[in-house]
């Protein structure tokens, strides 16, 4: 079942650490250092396990490799629902990019950067719209102006990536080291932060909700639990479930009841000054079945996938059960994990290889 590909990058040496299936996986993007390849498959998946090697492997073909971020380290891409944009990102920067019909890469804005790490970028859907030329095909895609930027200390940002201008900077009140964040939400007025500590934590806050002296955001919610930092935060926004994944080896799984955002309650419900209702967690399960750190979460609508330092990549239920072991992985390490649209395709990188599970 079980096949591997190794990504070949002529011009960069080192782990691929990031990846992302656009278009329906009609595009795998996997970045290696400062640069971002494009593979595209030739033919329909036979449902066996794929191997990348080099330039052709199974079907799938590099189309093309470009430096986006400079001298940062890719550590994540970030689509647009299933359109060919994308955010790049890493370290202190990013930049918006398109594909065309041939799997070219084209740069659509200038590199932004950032005063702190980035962990998590999303589109902001109630922002003005700009219009991206995609090549090829000639035509523009209408897409979101304003970026929501997770940074290291619990800081969010809006950015408008064209101009490069900060809209908002919004801090919680607890300004400490992130081991990852996953931002919530799909417009500035609902956007809330799930920030995983280096006090094994999980804190969620809203970037419009209830602030302190100084404009400080104050904290929702607390998740605790876990007796390690927290390396991964995953939520399902259909299920309401959010996922944190630890140094101690566990998953845990919470139920989220998030409130409207201001703009969703009507005059009748409360005025614009009152406090947007509390966050409400509930812990779920919690998942053992790594030997070692879990890098990495995705929550599916039936199913979950973990990696770890373990080379372990597994398949979960949602009762905490380990339904699918993928195997032949190699190395020490599981380090990147993109999952198609469709959850048919599982697409992850060891030490050495990338393999794609169907």
């Not at 001298?71 to 594909?99: D, M, N, W």
């Not at 590199?111 to 030329?133: R, T």
């Not at 940074?151 to 081991?179: D, P, R």
């Not at 970037?207 to 100084?214: A, E």
Request: hydrophobic share 40%; net charge negative.
């Amino acid at each position: 079942m079980d096949q591997h590909c190794a990504v070949d990058v002529s011009v960069f040496i080192g782990p691929v650490t990031a990846l992302c299936q656009l278009c329906c996986s009609k595009w795998l993007l996997a970045g290696v250092g400062p640069y971002v390849g494009v593979y595209g498959c030739d033919s329909d998946s036979d449902g066996e396990d794929d191997t990348l090697t080099g330039q052709l492997v199974n079907d799938w073909v590099k189309r093309d490799t470009k430096l986006l971020l400079t001298s940062s380290v890719v550590h994540g891409i970030t689509a647009y629902q299933q359109e060919p944009v994308c955010i790049i990102f890493g370290q202190k920067s990013l930049r918006v990019v398109s594909i065309d019909d041939a799997g070219y890469l084209a740069e659509s804005c200038d590199l932004i950067k950032l005063p702190d790490w980035i962990w998590d970028v999303c589109w902001l859907w109630d922002s003005p719209p700009l219009q991206i030329h995609i090549s090829q095909v000639d035509k523009s895609l209408p897409v979101p102006s304003h970026l929501g930027c997770a940074l290291g200390h619990n800081v969010v940002h809006c950015v408008n990536w064209l101009t490069k201008e900060t809209i908002h900077v919004v801090s919680c009140q607890e300004s400490c080291i992130l081991y990852t964040a996953k931002l919530i939400g799909t417009s500035w007025s609902s956007l809330i932060l799930a920030s995983g500590t280096v006090f094994n934590q999980v804190i969620l806050w809203s970037v419009s909700g209830q602030t302190k002296q100084r404009g400080l955001a104050l904290v929702d919610a607390r998740l605790t639990g876990h007796q390690g930092v927290i390396f991964s935060i995953d939520y399902n926004p259909s299920l309401n479930i959010l996922s944190s994944a630890s140094d101690d080896r566990s998953i845990k799984l919470w139920k989220v009841n998030l409130p409207l955002s201001k703009t969703d309650q009507t005059q009748t419900d409360r005025s614009s000054n009152d406090r947007v209702a509390d966050i409400k967690c509930t812990l779920l399960n919690t998942l053992y079945g790594h030997s070692a750190r879990v890098w990495q979460v995705k929550l599916l609508q039936h199913y979950i996938i973990s990696i770890g330092e373990d080379t372990r990549c597994l398949v979960w239920n949602y009762e905490g059960q380990v339904i699918q072991k993928c195997t032949g992985h190699r190395g020490r390490n599981i380090w990147s994990l993109a999952v198609s649209q469709q959850e048919d395709i599982v697409v992850c990188v060891d030490d050495i290889l990338v393999h794609i599970h169907h």
